[in-house]
């Protein structure tokens, strides 16, 4: 490895977008190749970043013995895949969230992570958020005690983004695997990543992917398709912690709610804060009850900033100066919870991990 490391980004989709602009701002950093299967897709976008090289298959980008690192920003199915041969190929690597589709897939990779040698970094962006970054120090240093409940809701009235995401061969499920996973783990790591008892979950498919609806917007994936879809639209679960404390979840892909939603709150005995959709902290003093605004930039989760410190965190920790923030490990617990809901869900009962 040089002065510079010199990265390859694999899948060039929307998401890739936010990778490669953070990569540019990072000075160690040199963006050497792009590989997408869609050639046209690839072509373009190197052309728009001045980046040299470009593949439309993985393993030819991996065979290039100049790429120290790579971020894989593919659909959920390809991340184990491509996760454990960059790792044989002694890259280090940024895998997008979800690390992948089942727990057997993350203790591959974590197979590959161990016999390389090499960093792999699970992309939970949230943990790099300011929000999460401030509450994290307050949370290390005991303000607000023990956190015994913690709740997450994301909800999106109408916004499943078709193509892949609604194809649970590709994706793996649908607003739990895309949405939850980021609340989950957000949760699951503020509270201070307690070891998973039980999980009751349960998922619905009612309403379709309502591509019927005119005049509202909604998030699209870059290759669109209404036509085919079998993942969930609604997702709810309860998880309960060996330490006691427990975790309930929902999130959507449609449901009729009159707005979208964003919520994540965590609960302790000494206080408790809202990360999302503004960071504040409850607290008590002189038998008073005290509503904390700290005074940041943006009081929600910034996306631009938060994949900066994502990136800034990888490059980092592939130079050997820092731990990853999201080691693998944490990969496999938060794909046992995911998983754990599928499972739950399926069997219409709760089940014991
Ligand atoms: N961190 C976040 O907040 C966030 C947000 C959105 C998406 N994501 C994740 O990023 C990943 C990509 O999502 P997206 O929204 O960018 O999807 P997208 O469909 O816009 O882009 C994915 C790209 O990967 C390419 N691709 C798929 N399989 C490939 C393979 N085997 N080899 C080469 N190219 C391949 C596709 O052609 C497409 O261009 C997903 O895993 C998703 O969960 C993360």
């Known amino acids: 490895m ?57 393993r030819d980008l991996l065979a290039d013995p100049e790429i120290d690192a790579v971020s894989i920003c593919t659909w959920n199915n390809s991340h184990a895949p491509i996760s454990i041969a960059a790792l044989d190929a002694g890259k280090h690597v940024l895998v997008e969230k979800p690390l992948c589709k089942t727990v057997e897939e993350a203790y591959q990779v974590q197979e590959a992570v161990k016999r390389s040698g090499k960093v792999l970094q699970v992309g939970f962006v949230r943990r790099f958020g300011t929000n999460t970054e401030v509450l994290k120090t307050f949370l290390d240093n005991g303000d607000l005690g023990e956190i015994y409940y913690a709740k997450a809701t994301c909800i999106r009235r109408l916004g499943n983004p078709g193509g892949w995401f609604s194809d649970v061969e590709r994706s793996g ?16 790591y503020l509270m201070g990543k307690p070891k998973v008892k039980t999980i009751s979950g349960s998922t619905f498919k009612r309403l379709g992917n309502r591509s019927n609806v005119r005049n509202l ?20 679960a309860f998880i309960r912690f060996e330490n006691g404390a427990t975790l309930t979840v929902d999130v959507s892909f449609t449901l009729h709610a009159k707005k979208d939603e964003v919520s994540v709150k965590l609960y302790g005995d000494k206080g408790g804060a809202e990360v999302e959709p503004e960071f504040s902290i409850v607290s008590e003093k002189h038998n008073t009850i005290l509503n904390i605004t700290p005074q940041i930039n943006q009081v929600g989760f910034d996306f631009a900033r938060g994949f900066q410190e994502e990136i800034n965190g990888f490059v980092s920790a592939c130079f050997g100066r820092t731990e990853t923030r999201s080691p693998v490990e944490d990969g496999i617990e938060v794909m046992k919870m995911l998983c754990g809901i599928y499972e739950s869900a399926r069997l219409g009962r709760e089940v014991e991990l």
């Open 217 to 236: 917007n909604f998030y699209k994936a870059s290759d669109y398709n209404a036509e085919h879809n079998d993942v969930e639209d609604l997702a709810s």
């Open 2 to 58: 040089g002065d510079k490391l010199k990265i390859g980004v694999i899948g060039v989709g929307s998401i890739s977008e936010h990778h490669i602009k953070s990569y540019l701002n990072n000075k160690e950093v040199v963006l050497h190749a792009f590989c997408d299967s869609n050639e046209a897709r690839v072509k373009q976008k190197a052309e728009k970043h001045g980046v040299p090289n470009t593949y439309t298959d993985y």
């Open 173 to 188: 499920g649908g607003p739990l695997i895309d949405l939850g996973v980021h609340f989950i783990d957000l949760c699951w």
